[in-house]
Structures are given as structure tokens and as C-alpha cells.
């Protein structure tokens, strides 16, 4: 069965965001932990959580894809916003306990000037502070665009974060279409070569999710503008071909595309129709 959906409004707590994941037919989501600006963080609601856990149960959902606030930057030059990371990233962890085993996504960072290999010690010494042996939550590093200072647009750059990092079994790879795409990674005419090349980098095993976009612009781009699945430079076929890989197809898949409600319906009962069994 297709594992998707798409990146929900969290702003109605547990039982809301899992609502519009079910209207859209999905049976997982993705969602910001606070507001992706920043700011604090709501306080959970145990009973709404309480309740989510049995709407979940009885929809058979799989593993949640929540992401981080875009705010977070694990590796600016600023020491206050390292610092500012760290807290965070730390709480947010500590806050999806609630809703234990699932996945943690976040934006590797920008090193703003101080060069990529400073980025990764950052990075890395941001994942050794705040992993916890007894956490359940697996982090995932995303693999972005390579826009500005960007951190993580080749796979090379995620493997060795993930070198330095002591509790690295908690730590996989979330890949993003759009992303990899606008990095030059041309998954268009070339899907087992990219996928090869992550396995023999970072290790397929690492792997554990996707997220689904089209890109308004083209290959190598280093841009970051989603598109509507079919309606950018990577199109239905391909992406057809992304959730039917064998080594991708049983990954949860997270819509991020420029989409109303509707909009996310429509593209779930289209790829659920373009994917075999
Ligand atoms: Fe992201
Ligand atoms: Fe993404
Ligand atoms: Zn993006």
C-alpha cells in the first residue's frame, strides 16, 4: 500500500492534523512541531493526543514526518542562533516523545560564510548534544537544493554529518524530489544511477523518507520552488517511477506542493492510481 500524505496545519493540535490527513485519503502526514517562523512552542494537549493515538490506531496510519521549523540553523556563524538551534531541536525532541516513533525532519542548516566543512562540525556537535540514547524519534537530515550557504545538497556533505555523530542509528536521510533535483541529481533519466550513488555514499538503509515535489525550475537549478506534481521540470512519469522504485516504494512519501485541501486529494488519488502493488 502507498504510504502518503501531505504537510498538514498543526495548528489545531493532533486530532485536527490527523482529520485532514484522512479526508484527503492519506494515512500518514507531515507537520511543523511550532510555527515554522519560530516562537514557542504550544503546549501539548494530552487528551488530544490521547485521541489521536486511537484515530490513528483504527486508520492504520504509518510513521509521521514532522519537520522542524525552518528558523532552526544548527550551523550560522551567529553563536545566539546555534544556540537557539540547539534549545529548540532539543525541546522538539523532547515534545515528540508524545507521539513516539516516528520521524523528526530538519533542514541540515546554511553555514552563512563560514564554509561547508565548519557547517558539518556544527551540525554534528548540534546532533551529539541533543540525540538522547532513549529517544524514539529517528532525526532526519533532508537533502536540500544547495540555495545560498545551504549545507546538505550533496550526499557526501550528509554522510559526514552523520560520521560525527555518536548516536548515528538515530539519525537517517530524508530525501526531497525538488531538492535533489535543483542539486543536479537528475532523477528524470537517471533514478537507479542517483539512488546508486546514495546507496554507496550514505547507504540506502538510511533512507526513510521522501518528500514528493515537482520543481519550477530545472536540473542543477539550486533554486528550492516546488511545483504541483506533473506541472514542473521533474513530471508525472518520473515521479511515477520515484514510488514505484523498489528500493523507494515502501518509504512514506510527504506531499509539499503549492496545494489547497482538494488540491492534496486530487494528488494522492493519482499516485495511489499510478502505484502497483
Ligand atoms: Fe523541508
Ligand atoms: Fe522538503
Ligand atoms: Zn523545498
Redesign the pocket.
Known amino acids: 500500500m502507498l504510504k502518503i500524505g501531505y504537510h498538514v496545519s498543526s495548528s489545531g493540535g493532533f486530532v485536527s492534523m490527523a482529520k485532514q490527513a484522512l479526508d484527503a485519503k492519506g494515512n500518514t502526514f507531515a507537520f511543523f512541531t511550532r510555527n515554522p517562523r519560530g516562537g514557542a512552542a504550544k503546549t501539548i494537549d494530552e487528551g488530544d493526543v490521547a485521541a489521536f493515538h486511537k484515530i490513528a490506531a483504527e486508520n492504520g496510519f504509518y510513521k509521521l514526518v514532522a519537520h522542524s521549523p525552518y528558523t532552526l540553523n544548527p550551523c550560522s556563524h551567529d553563536e545566539h542562533l546555534r544556540e537557539y538551534a540547539r534549545d529548540t531541536f532539543a525541546d522538539d525532541l523532547l515534545r515528540m516523545e508524545y507521539v513516539p516513533n516516528n520521524y523528526y525532519n530538519f533542514h541540515p542548516g546554511a553555514h552563512t560564510g563560514q564554509g561547508v566543512d565548519v557547517g558539518i562540525e556544527q551540525i554534528s556537535d548540534m546532533l551529539n548534544s541533543v540525540l538522547k540514547e532513549e529517544q524514539t524519534t529517528t532525526v532526519l537530515l533532508?537533502t536540500m537544493a544547495g540555495k545560498g550557504s545551504e549545507v546538505g545538497s550533496r550526499f557526501e556533505e550528509l554522510r559526514a554529518i552523520i560520521d560525527k555523530v555518536e548516536l548515528s542509528s538515530h539519525v537517517g536521510v530524508c530525501l526531497?524530489t525538488c531538492?535533489v533535483w535543483d542539486g543536479g541529481y537528475d532523477i528524470v533519466n537517471d533514478l537507479d544511477g542517483v539512488l546508486t550513488h546514495f546507496d554507496s555514499v550514505i547507504g540506502l538503509d538510511r533512507l526513510k523518507a521522501i518528500?514528493l515535489n515537482d520543481s519550477l525550475n530545472p536540473l542543477g537549478a539550486h533554486k528550492d520552488r516546488h511545483a504541483k506534481i506533473g506541472e514542473g521540470h521533474i513530471g508525472f512519469e518520473a515521479i511515477c517511477r520515484v514510488i514505484n522504485h523498489p528500493a523507494l516504494k515502501e518509504l512514506p512519501f510527504i506531499l509539499?506542493t503549492p496545494n489547497d485541501e482538494a488540491g492534496y486529494a486530487r494528488e494522492i488519488a493519482m499516485l495511489k492510481a499510478a502505484y502497483k502493488e
Do not use: A, G, R
Open positions: 533532508e526531497d531538492h518528500h509539499e
